[in-house]
Protein backbone atom coordinates (compact mmCIF):
# COMPACT_ATOMS: atom_id res chain seq x y z
CA UNK A 1 0.00 0.00 0.00
CA UNK A 2 1.40 3.69 -1.24
CA UNK A 3 1.40 6.01 1.94
CA UNK A 4 -0.71 9.20 1.67
CA UNK A 5 1.07 11.72 1.48
CA UNK A 6 0.13 15.98 1.00
CA UNK A 7 2.39 18.41 -0.87
CA UNK A 8 2.01 21.87 0.29
CA UNK A 9 2.76 24.89 -2.23
CA UNK A 10 1.51 21.93 -4.98
CA UNK A 11 0.87 24.93 -7.62
CA UNK A 12 4.37 26.01 -7.67
CA UNK A 13 7.91 25.65 -8.82
CA UNK A 14 8.96 23.21 -6.43
CA UNK A 15 5.70 21.74 -5.61
CA UNK A 16 5.06 20.74 -9.28
CA UNK A 17 8.13 19.29 -9.47
CA UNK A 18 7.57 16.82 -6.15
CA UNK A 19 3.98 15.75 -7.50
CA UNK A 20 5.83 14.77 -10.28
CA UNK A 21 8.35 12.97 -8.98
CA UNK A 22 6.43 11.18 -6.00
CA UNK A 23 4.67 9.38 -9.14
CA UNK A 24 7.19 7.39 -9.56
CA UNK A 25 7.67 6.35 -5.83
CA UNK A 26 5.31 4.35 -3.33
CA UNK A 27 4.46 7.99 -2.13
CA UNK A 28 0.96 8.52 -3.55
CA UNK A 29 -0.12 12.13 -3.44
CA UNK A 30 -3.53 12.68 -2.08
CA UNK A 31 -4.16 16.04 -1.49
CA UNK A 32 -2.16 19.26 -3.70
CA UNK A 33 -2.68 21.93 -1.12
CA UNK A 34 -2.13 25.43 -2.28
CA UNK A 35 -3.84 28.83 -2.74
CA UNK A 36 -4.27 28.85 -6.46
CA UNK A 37 -7.29 28.17 -8.35
CA UNK A 38 -7.88 24.62 -8.71
CA UNK A 39 -5.99 23.45 -6.07
CA UNK A 40 -7.01 21.43 -2.91
CA UNK A 41 -7.62 24.28 0.36
CA UNK A 42 -6.19 21.08 2.97
CA UNK A 43 -5.72 17.80 3.16
CA UNK A 44 -8.59 15.36 4.13
CA UNK A 45 -8.38 12.77 7.40
CA UNK A 46 -5.79 10.07 6.73
CA UNK A 47 -2.81 11.93 5.09
CA UNK A 48 0.39 10.05 6.36
CA UNK A 49 2.32 12.77 5.90
CA UNK A 50 3.08 15.87 4.67
CA UNK A 51 6.03 17.65 1.88
CA UNK A 52 5.59 21.87 3.03
CA UNK A 53 7.25 24.33 0.06
CA UNK A 54 5.09 26.78 -0.06
CA UNK A 55 5.59 30.15 2.22
CA UNK A 56 6.56 30.84 5.48
CA UNK A 57 3.32 32.74 6.47
CA UNK A 58 1.76 28.95 5.73
CA UNK A 59 3.84 27.09 7.61
CA UNK A 60 2.50 27.20 11.03
CA UNK A 61 -1.04 26.55 11.07
CA UNK A 62 0.01 23.69 8.36
CA UNK A 63 2.63 22.05 10.92
CA UNK A 64 0.20 22.78 13.95
CA UNK A 65 -2.38 20.87 12.40
CA UNK A 66 0.33 18.48 11.43
CA UNK A 67 1.36 18.04 15.25
CA UNK A 68 -2.57 17.66 16.04
CA UNK A 69 -2.65 14.30 13.58
CA UNK A 70 0.64 13.43 14.70
CA UNK A 71 1.98 12.93 11.38
CA UNK A 72 5.37 13.61 9.67
CA UNK A 73 6.41 16.90 8.11
CA UNK A 74 9.32 17.56 5.87
CA UNK A 75 9.78 21.51 5.30
CA UNK A 76 11.59 22.71 2.73
CA UNK A 77 9.71 26.30 3.07
CA UNK A 78 12.72 28.94 3.99
CA UNK A 79 12.38 32.68 5.11
CA UNK A 80 10.78 32.02 8.43
CA UNK A 81 10.78 34.48 10.80
CA UNK A 82 11.77 33.43 14.50
CA UNK A 83 8.21 33.41 15.75
CA UNK A 84 7.28 31.24 12.67
CA UNK A 85 10.69 28.85 13.43
CA UNK A 86 8.94 28.60 17.26
CA UNK A 87 6.20 26.85 15.65
CA UNK A 88 7.99 24.58 13.82
CA UNK A 89 10.20 23.50 16.93
CA UNK A 90 7.08 23.38 18.94
CA UNK A 91 5.50 20.93 16.70
CA UNK A 92 8.64 18.76 16.72
CA UNK A 93 8.33 17.67 20.11
CA UNK A 94 5.03 15.67 19.39
CA UNK A 95 5.98 14.86 15.49
CA UNK A 96 8.96 13.78 13.93
CA UNK A 97 10.14 16.81 11.36
CA UNK A 98 13.06 17.05 8.93
CA UNK A 99 14.10 20.67 8.11
CA UNK A 100 16.86 21.73 5.70
CA UNK A 101 17.05 24.87 3.69
CA UNK A 102 18.61 22.77 0.82
CA UNK A 103 17.45 19.14 0.21
CA UNK A 104 19.85 17.89 -2.61
CA UNK A 105 22.84 15.25 -1.64
CA UNK A 106 25.38 17.67 -3.57
CA UNK A 107 24.66 20.95 -0.91
CA UNK A 108 24.64 18.37 1.94
CA UNK A 109 28.30 17.01 0.96
CA UNK A 110 29.36 20.70 0.44
CA UNK A 111 28.57 21.39 3.85
CA UNK A 112 30.64 18.58 5.14
CA UNK A 113 33.40 19.88 2.80
CA UNK A 114 32.83 23.51 3.89
CA UNK A 115 33.06 22.56 7.94
CA UNK A 116 36.30 20.32 6.82
CA UNK A 117 37.87 23.76 5.12
CA UNK A 118 37.04 26.15 7.96
CA UNK A 119 38.41 23.83 10.43
CA UNK A 120 41.85 23.53 8.38
CA UNK A 121 42.76 26.73 7.02
CA UNK A 122 41.05 28.60 9.87
CA UNK A 123 40.18 31.91 10.88
CA UNK A 124 42.80 33.55 8.42
CA UNK A 125 41.06 32.99 5.57
CA UNK A 126 38.20 35.27 5.22
CA UNK A 127 34.88 33.40 3.92
CA UNK A 128 32.77 35.05 1.54
CA UNK A 129 29.50 33.03 0.44
CA UNK A 130 27.93 34.17 -2.51
CA UNK A 131 24.47 32.86 -3.41
CA UNK A 132 22.29 33.31 -7.11
CA UNK A 133 19.12 32.34 -7.86
CA UNK A 134 15.68 33.04 -10.30
CA UNK A 135 14.38 36.24 -10.45
CA UNK A 136 11.23 35.05 -8.81
CA UNK A 137 12.77 33.88 -5.58
CA UNK A 138 10.88 36.03 -2.41
CA UNK A 139 13.43 35.58 0.02
CA UNK A 140 17.13 36.19 0.62
CA UNK A 141 19.88 35.25 1.32
CA UNK A 142 18.68 31.54 0.15
CA UNK A 143 18.54 29.02 3.60
CA UNK A 144 21.62 27.15 1.66
CA UNK A 145 24.07 29.95 1.97
CA UNK A 146 22.79 30.67 5.70
CA UNK A 147 23.55 26.72 6.14
CA UNK A 148 27.11 27.12 4.31
CA UNK A 149 27.70 29.79 6.83
CA UNK A 150 26.58 27.99 9.66
CA UNK A 151 29.10 24.91 8.42
CA UNK A 152 31.69 27.20 8.07
CA UNK A 153 31.15 28.56 12.10
CA UNK A 154 31.08 24.85 12.89
CA UNK A 155 34.59 24.01 11.42
CA UNK A 156 36.19 26.85 13.19
CA UNK A 157 34.80 25.98 16.31
CA UNK A 158 36.74 22.46 15.80
CA UNK A 159 39.62 24.92 16.28
CA UNK A 160 38.18 26.79 19.22
CA UNK A 161 37.51 29.99 16.65
CA UNK A 162 34.78 32.02 18.14
CA UNK A 163 31.60 31.91 16.16
CA UNK A 164 30.66 35.18 13.67
CA UNK A 165 27.33 36.50 13.45
CA UNK A 166 26.83 37.44 9.40
CA UNK A 167 27.63 40.10 7.46
CA UNK A 168 25.14 40.40 4.48
CA UNK A 169 26.23 42.29 1.67
CA UNK A 170 28.35 45.64 1.54
CA UNK A 171 27.82 48.93 0.75
CA UNK A 172 29.28 52.74 2.06
CA UNK A 173 32.05 53.51 4.53
CA UNK A 174 32.59 49.84 5.43
CA UNK A 175 35.90 50.29 7.18
CA UNK A 176 38.73 47.27 6.86
CA UNK A 177 37.38 44.07 6.90
CA UNK A 178 36.88 42.63 10.48
CA UNK A 179 39.40 39.26 11.39
CA UNK A 180 36.81 36.48 11.38
CA UNK A 181 34.31 38.30 9.51
CA UNK A 182 31.48 35.68 7.62
CA UNK A 183 29.60 37.56 4.71
CA UNK A 184 26.86 36.65 2.52
CA UNK A 185 25.93 37.95 -0.86
CA UNK A 186 22.82 37.11 -2.55
CA UNK A 187 22.76 37.62 -6.58
CA UNK A 188 19.05 37.93 -8.12
CA UNK A 189 18.82 36.90 -12.16
CA UNK A 190 17.63 34.75 -14.86
CA UNK A 191 16.42 31.36 -14.16
CA UNK A 192 19.33 30.02 -12.01
CA UNK A 193 18.06 26.83 -10.03
CA UNK A 194 20.56 27.90 -7.71
CA UNK A 195 24.18 28.27 -7.33
CA UNK A 196 26.23 28.92 -3.88
CA UNK A 197 30.08 29.15 -3.59
CA UNK A 198 31.92 29.77 -0.15
CA UNK A 199 35.16 31.09 -0.46
CA UNK A 200 37.91 31.12 1.72
CA UNK A 201 40.42 33.98 0.80
CA UNK A 202 43.78 33.49 2.42
CA UNK A 203 46.82 35.79 1.57
CA UNK A 204 48.69 33.87 -0.83
CA UNK A 205 45.25 31.69 -2.20
CA UNK A 206 41.96 31.08 -2.29
CA UNK A 207 40.05 28.36 -2.31
CA UNK A 208 36.53 28.33 -3.65
CA UNK A 209 33.97 25.40 -3.49
CA UNK A 210 30.76 25.15 -5.44
CA UNK A 211 27.76 23.93 -6.01
CA UNK A 212 25.15 24.60 -9.08
CA UNK A 213 21.75 22.76 -8.95
CA UNK A 214 20.43 22.26 -12.47
CA UNK A 215 16.95 20.86 -11.84
CA UNK A 216 14.77 21.19 -8.84
CA UNK A 217 14.42 17.70 -9.11
CA UNK A 218 17.17 17.33 -6.79
CA UNK A 219 16.09 19.02 -4.04
CA UNK A 220 12.67 17.08 -4.63
CA UNK A 221 13.80 14.14 -5.00
CA UNK A 222 15.47 14.80 -1.14
CA UNK A 223 12.54 15.71 0.33
CA UNK A 224 10.30 12.74 -0.63
CA UNK A 225 13.22 10.73 0.24
CA UNK A 226 13.38 12.84 3.84
CA UNK A 227 9.64 11.72 4.27
CA UNK A 228 9.88 8.04 3.79
CA UNK A 229 12.64 8.49 5.93
CA UNK A 230 11.11 10.12 8.75
CA UNK A 231 7.89 7.84 9.02
CA UNK A 232 7.48 6.45 12.26
CA UNK A 233 10.68 8.54 13.75
CA UNK A 234 10.80 9.61 17.21
CA UNK A 235 9.35 13.44 17.41
CA UNK A 236 12.21 15.72 16.73
CA UNK A 237 13.62 18.39 13.97
CA UNK A 238 15.90 16.22 11.66
CA UNK A 239 17.79 17.47 8.64
CA UNK A 240 19.24 15.92 5.80
CA UNK A 241 22.21 14.67 7.89
CA UNK A 242 20.82 12.54 9.64
CA UNK A 243 18.67 11.27 6.71
CA UNK A 244 21.56 10.68 4.28
CA UNK A 245 23.65 9.19 7.92
CA UNK A 246 26.14 12.55 7.20
CA UNK A 247 26.32 12.86 10.87
N1 LIG B 1 14.80 23.43 0.94
C1 LIG B 1 15.01 23.31 -0.38
O1 LIG B 1 15.71 22.41 -0.86
C2 LIG B 1 14.34 24.30 -1.30
C3 LIG B 1 14.52 24.25 -2.68
C4 LIG B 1 13.80 25.12 -3.48
C5 LIG B 1 12.93 26.04 -2.89
N2 LIG B 1 12.80 26.08 -1.54
C6 LIG B 1 11.84 26.97 -0.87
O2 LIG B 1 10.53 26.43 -1.06
C7 LIG B 1 9.58 27.48 -1.10
C8 LIG B 1 8.79 27.42 -2.41
O3 LIG B 1 9.67 27.64 -3.51
P1 LIG B 1 9.11 27.70 -5.01
O4 LIG B 1 10.26 28.12 -5.84
O5 LIG B 1 8.37 26.45 -5.34
O6 LIG B 1 8.09 28.93 -4.87
P2 LIG B 1 6.77 29.22 -5.70
O7 LIG B 1 6.42 30.64 -5.41
O8 LIG B 1 6.90 28.77 -7.12
O9 LIG B 1 5.67 28.25 -5.02
C9 LIG B 1 5.12 28.47 -3.76
C10 LIG B 1 3.67 28.01 -3.80
O10 LIG B 1 3.13 28.12 -2.47
C11 LIG B 1 1.80 28.58 -2.60
N3 LIG B 1 1.33 29.17 -1.34
C12 LIG B 1 1.50 30.43 -0.87
N4 LIG B 1 0.85 30.58 0.30
C13 LIG B 1 0.26 29.38 0.57
C14 LIG B 1 -0.55 28.91 1.63
N5 LIG B 1 -0.91 29.70 2.66
N6 LIG B 1 -0.98 27.62 1.59
C15 LIG B 1 -0.65 26.81 0.55
N7 LIG B 1 0.12 27.20 -0.50
C16 LIG B 1 0.56 28.47 -0.47
C17 LIG B 1 1.85 29.58 -3.74
O11 LIG B 1 0.54 29.81 -4.29
C18 LIG B 1 2.80 28.88 -4.73
O12 LIG B 1 2.08 28.05 -5.64
C19 LIG B 1 10.39 28.78 -0.92
O13 LIG B 1 10.41 29.11 0.45
C20 LIG B 1 11.79 28.38 -1.39
O14 LIG B 1 12.79 29.17 -0.83
C21 LIG B 1 13.48 25.23 -0.74
Redesign the pocket.
Known amino acids: MKTKIAI????????RKLVELAAGTDLEVVAK????DG?DRDWPEGVEGVVD??????VP??IGKAAAQGIAYVI????LTAEEQAHVDAAAKKIPVVQ?????LG?NLLMELVRKAASVLGPEYDIEITEMH?R????AP???ALMLAKSANEGRAEIGAAAQGFVYGRSGETGERPAGEIAVHALRGGAVV?DHTVMFAGDLERVELTHRAQD?AA?AA??LKALAWARGRAPGIYTMRDVLALA
Open positions: LGAAGRMGVDVAFFSHHTAKAGTTGSGNYSVHHKKDSGTGRFGA
